[in-house]
């Protein structure tokens, strides 16, 4: 079955950078997109922007634009996230999630990773 | 910016239908913004239950469907059962990016 596994939680100091890794399973890993999406606490659902697995074509939230950088390495079926320059209002929940056919923006979805940003 | 709405909050007796929606200040919602709702109870992560205006997963159950009602996505619940109190988001696409309605909170 598809499932996609998310690295263990993080914390960070301000300014400084985290990678979080999705790892996938159960499916070709370069036939769907991969999107993610965070949750501050409390929050709702935001959209960071998606990589396109087959080709390493990304698209960014402009909000995030030259702050995060999506990357996969398709030998382990894995995809990462770095956010960058971290803020306090960068803790949150980050998920990875895979889209499906045409129009299935997030059919699976990683377990969510916690990031917490914290002098 | 594109901002998507959604009711804050509703309310729904068990057995009973609702409906949600999700707009945008964009323009009305078509079927090109492949509107997808997801459902989420604390403490986990969102679960996809339509894709593309009206499309159903293999898990999600008969009762939810989903519409385009007077230029808004909707998501319709009938025969509302206690385990679907949740909050749902719909999240719509735009040339490229995607944008996330505020969500949700349906109590039951």
């Known amino acids: 079955q598809v499932q996609l596994v998310q690295s263990g939680p993080e914390m960070k100091k301000p300014g400084t950078s985290v990678k979080v890794s999705c790892k996938t399973s159960?499916?070709?890993?370069?036939?769907?997109?991969i999107t993610w999406v965070r949750q501050a606490p409390g929050q709702g659902l935001e959209w960071m922007g998606r990589?396109?697995?087959?080709?390493?074509?990304?698209n960014y939230e402009q909000k995030f634009q030259g702050r995060v950088t999506l990357t996969t390495d398709t030998s382990t079926q894995t995809a990462y996230m770095e956010l960058r320059s971290l803020k306090s209002d960068d803790t949150a929940v980050y998920y990875c999630?895979?889209?499906?056919?045409?129009?299935?923006?997030?059919?699976?979805w990683g377990q969510g990773t916690l990031v917490t940003v914290s002098s | 910016q594109t901002v998507v709405t959604q009711e804050p909050s509703l309310t729904v007796s068990p057995g009973g239908t609702v409906t949600l929606t999700c707009a945008s200040n964009a323009g009305a919602v078509t079927s090109g913004n492949y509107p997808n709702w997801f459902q989420q109870k604390p403490g986990q992560p969102p679960r996809a239950v339509i894709y593309s205006t009206s499309n159903k997963h293999s898990w999600t159950p008969a009762r939810f469907s989903g519409s385009l009602l007077g230029g808004k996505a909707a998501l319709t619940l009938s025969g509302v059962q206690p385990e679907d109190e949740a909050e749902y988001y719909c999240l719509l696409f735009y040339d490229g990016a995607v944008v996330f309605g505020g969500g949700t909170k349906l109590t039951v």
């Open positions: 159960g499916y070709t890993f370069t036939t769907y997109s």
């Open positions: 999630a895979r889209e499906g056919g045409k129009g299935d923006l997030g059919s699976h």
């Open positions: 990589i396109h697995t087959y080709s390493g074509n990304t």
